[in-house]
C-alpha cells in the first residue's frame, strides 16, 4: 500500500484519534447483534495502547441526519468494546465541545475513550472545515481505520485527515493489501463471482474486473437482464430492460478479451418472493411465464464451484438469489461452501456476501471478508476513496 499506517510512524506519548466503523446492527433494544465491525477494530486499538498512545475513537452509528437522538447513541458499543478490550472505554457526552476537550486533554498513555455518535452533529456529512478541525483539536494524530465509510468525504474521515498527520489503521491497511493484491496482481486463475439484485448496482465493478479476471460468473438477480439479452425467458423475475444491449455488450466484450463468462444454467423459480408460494427447479429454457427465478439452480451451483474450485483468487460479492429466505439460499451457500473448500485467496467484497457468509458461521474460512459494503464496491470499481487519498504517503 503505498499509504502511511500506524507502524509507519512514532505513537508513544501521543494522543491519537482514531475513526472507526462501529456502526454495527442492532436489535430494536438496541442490543448489538452483529458485533464484527467492533472486533475488526481491536488490532489497531491495542497496538496504540500498546506502543504509549492514548486513543480517542470516533465513529457514526446509524442515520442520525445531524441530530442528536438517543436511539443512535454509541454507549452500546462503549460497554461491548470494554469487554472486548478487557479496559472501561467511556463514552463521553459529545464528540467534541469544553467536555470532551478537558476529558481528552487529562488523558495518559494506555488511556482510551469513545467519543459520541459524530452523526449527531450535521456539519459531520457535510464535511464542514470548521468541525473537523475541532476534531482534530483533540489529537496530535488522525488514524483512519472506518474502511466501511472511507468512500465518504466526511469531516470525521476525510475533512480531520487534512488537519493533522493522518494515516491507515490496521483494518484499512488489511482492506486495501487483499482486495489491492487481488486486482493489480491476482494469482491465477482470477475467478469473480457477482450476484445481488440489479445490474445496475454493479456496473461499474463489471466493467472494472472484464480488464483483470479470467472468469466471470454472474447470478443473483443481476442474472436474468443478461439471460434476457441471450434470448432466455425469464419469466416474471428481475429484469432490467433498458439494459440488455448494455448485457449482450459486456457478453461480447468478455468473448473478444477471452474471459470465460458463466451465467446460470438452471434456476429455482417461485411463484412468490417471499418463499409462501410453490417452487421447483428449471432449465435454463424452462423459466414458465408467471414464475420468479429465487436462486440458481443445482447444476448451476455444481458448475459454478467447480469453476471456484480451479482458482487462485476468488472474488465474491453479491448472494446468488434471495438468500434471506431458507429455501431459497442453496445457491448462496453452494457458493460460501466452494469458497470455504478453496485454497485459493478467497476475498468476500462486502455487503449481503459478508452478511451471508457471517451468517453461515464461515467467515473465518476465507482469506477475508471486507467490511465494507459500499466502500469495497467502489474500491471494486477503481475509485478512489476520498478517506484514503487523504492519508500520508508513504
Ligand atoms: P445487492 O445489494 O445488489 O448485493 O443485492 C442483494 C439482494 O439481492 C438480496 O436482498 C437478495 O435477496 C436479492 N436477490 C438476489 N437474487 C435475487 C433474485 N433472483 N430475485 C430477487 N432478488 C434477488
Given at each position: ?5 500506524v507502524k ?11 475513526r472507526?466503523?462501529?456502526n ?21 486499538i491495542k ?10 475513537l470516533?465513529s ?14 454509541l454507549?452500546?458499543v462503549?460497554a ?7 479496559v ?5 457526552p ?5 467536555e ?5 486533554t ?22 464542514d ?10 489529537a ?13 468525504a ?16 490496521l483494518?484499512?491497511?488489511k482492506?486495501?493489501?487483499?482486495m ?8 491465477r486463475p482470477?475467478v469473480?463471482?457477482?450476484?445481488g439484485?440489479k ?12 480488464g ?6 454472474i447470478?443473483?438477480?443481476m ?19 433498458e ?10 466484450q ?7 463468462l ?11 418472493l ?34 471456484i474450485?480451479k482458482?487462485m483468487?476468488?472474488?465474491?460479492n453479491g ?23 478453496s ?6 467484497g ?10 453461515l ?11 465494507g459494503g ?8 477503481g475509485k ?9 504517503d508513504l
Open positions: 500500500m503505498s499509504k502511511k499506517t509507519d510512524i512514532e505513537v508513544k506519548g501521543k494522543r491519537v484519534l482514531v472507526a466503523d462501529f454495527v446492527p442492532q436489535d430494536q433494544y438496541g442490543g448489538i447483534t452483529d458485533d464484527r465491525r467492533i472486533r475488526e477494530a481491536l488490532p489497531t497496538y496504540l495502547l500498546a506502543n504509549g498512545a492514548s486513543v480517542v470516533a457514526h452509528l446509524g442515520r442520525p441526519n445531524g441530530e442528536r437522538n438517543e436511539k443512535f447513541t454507549r452500546p462503549a461491548r468494546l470494554s469487554g472486548l478490550l478487557g472501561q472505554v467511556p463514552l463521553l459529545d464528540c467534541v465541545g469544553p470532551v476537550k478537558a476529558h481528552v487529562a488523558m495518559k498513555p494506555g488511556d482510551v475513550a469513545l467519543l459520541e455518535n459524530v452523526r449527531f452533529h450535521k456539519e459531520e456529512e457535510a464535511n472545515a470548521a468541525f473537523a478541525k475541532e476534531l482534530a483539536s483533540n496530535d494524530i488522525f488514524v483512519m481505520d472506518a474502511f466501511g465509510t472511507a468512500h465518504r466526511h469531516a470525521s474521515t476525510e475533512g480531520v485527515a487534512r488537519c493533522i498527520p493522518a494515516v491507515a489503521g483494518l484499512v491497511e482492506e486495501l493489501r487483499v489491492g493484491d487481488a486486482l493489480s496482481d491476482p494469482k482470477f469473480a463471482v457477482l450476484g439484485a445490474v445496475k448496482d454493479k456496473i461499474a465493478v463489471v466493467e472494472n474486473l472484464l483483470k479476471v479470467d472468469t466471470l460468473i447470478g443473483g438477480g442474472a436474468y437482464t443478461f439471460l434476457k439479452s441471450e434470448g432466455y425467458p425469464t419469466g416474471g423475475s428481475l429484469l432490467d430492460p439494459r440488455l444491449d448494455y448485457c449482450r455488450g459486456i457478453i461480447s468478455a468473448k473478444a478479451r477471452g474471459v470465460k458463466l451465467l446460470p444454467i438452471d434456476h429455482l423459480v417461485a411463484t412468490s417471499d418463499g409462501k408460494g410453490t417452487s421447483k427447479v428449471v432449465n435454463a429454457e424452462g423459466i414458465p411465464q408467471d414464475m420468479i427465478g429465487v436462486d440458481i439452480g443445482p447444476q448451476t451451483g455444481k458448475a459454478f464451484a467447480e469453476e474450485r482458482a483468487t476468488v472474488l465474491w448472494p446468488m438469489g434471495v438468500f434471506e429466505v431458507p429455501e431459497f439460499s442453496k445457491g448462496t451457500l453452494a457458493i460460501a461452501n466452494a469458497l470455504v473448500e485454497s485459493a485467496v478467497t476475498i468476500v462486502g455487503g449481503d456476501s459478508a452478511a451471508a457468509i457471517e451468517k458461521g464461515l467467515a473465518d474460512k476465507v482469506t477475508h471478508v471486507s467490511t459500499g466502500a469495497s464496491l467502489e474500491f471494486l470499481e478512489v476513496l476520498p478517506g484514503i487519498d487523504a492519508l500520508q
